[in-house]
């Protein structure tokens, strides 16, 4: 069996702050508590660099690291997107990205959402 989802990626690195925490956990509070999407995770980068051209990278003679960091969330296109239009205002210049996918398997009672 397959169902139609939404992959969704959001690139942030972790001096950014929300209104309140990091803006990593205001985040995962929001996905978790206002949408509970499915399949949440963070991944820390080593290395990486955006727009203005700065690298970012793990050094050991550094003492204050800002890494890159990737939440990679998905749900039924319904749900991400949703999600989607309330991370806009937080996160900074278009750092979300989302493309469809297919999910397998048999059906739980988390994935019989509408």
Known sequence: MTEEIL????????????RRKTL?????????DQHGVEGVTVFRGIAGFGASGEVRADD??????DLPLMIQFFDVPKVAEAAIGILGDLVPGRHIVSWPAKRYG???SLS???
Do not use: F, P
Request: glycine share 4%; proline share 0%; hydrophobic share 50%.
């Open 112 to 114: 019989n959402k509408s």
């Open 7 to 18: 992959m969704v990626r959001v690139y942030l690195h972790e001096a950014d702050h929300g």
């Open 60 to 65: 050991i003679l550094r003492l204050n690291v």
């Open 106 to 108: 048999a059906a739980t």
């Open 24 to 32: 990593m956990q205001e985040i995962l509070t929001l996905l978790q």
